[in-house]
């Protein structure tokens, strides 16, 4: 059974930086598609960044230039690290999975495996 557990949110100012964990278990880790998604109050859930199991990554044009997304296999732990963060940033984090090698989209809806949220705030 895919397991995923997300830890590193916390409050922070802006122009800070945060980096985000989530360890998984369960699967064959190098064989997912990963994602980290948020979700702020009243908005849908959207995608942030991707990274499939040969290390290529995607991100949403929003946190492009500011955050990074990195995994080791190791560890079967995937990494958000979050610097320049602004208030619009605000939101509660998640990692994801999917089943196959590649990422295909940034889209939620893509994504069948799902870790808790943590949640990150970002004070102006």
């Known amino acids: 059974q895919v397991r995923l557990v997300a830890s590193g949110g916390g409050s922070v100012q802006a122009g800070g930086s945060l980096r985000l964990s989530c360890a998984a278990s369960?699967?064959?880790?190098?064989?997912?598609?990963m994602g980290w998604f948020r979700q702020a109050p009243g908005n849908e859930r959207e995608g942030v960044a991707t990274?499939?199991?040969?290390?290529?990554?995607r991100y949403a044009d929003s946190v492009k230039g500011r955050f990074t997304i990195s995994k080791d296999s190791a560890k079967n732990t995937l990494y958000l690290q979050m610097n320049s963060l602004k208030a619009e940033d605000t939101a509660m984090y998640y990692c994801a999975a999917r089943e196959g090698e590649y990422c295909y989209s940034i889209d939620p809806i893509d994504f069948g495996y799902w870790g808790q949220g943590t949640q990150v705030t970002v004070s102006s």
């Open positions: 369960g699967y064959t880790y190098s064989l997912y598609c």
């Open positions: 990274i499939d199991s040969g290390g290529s990554t």
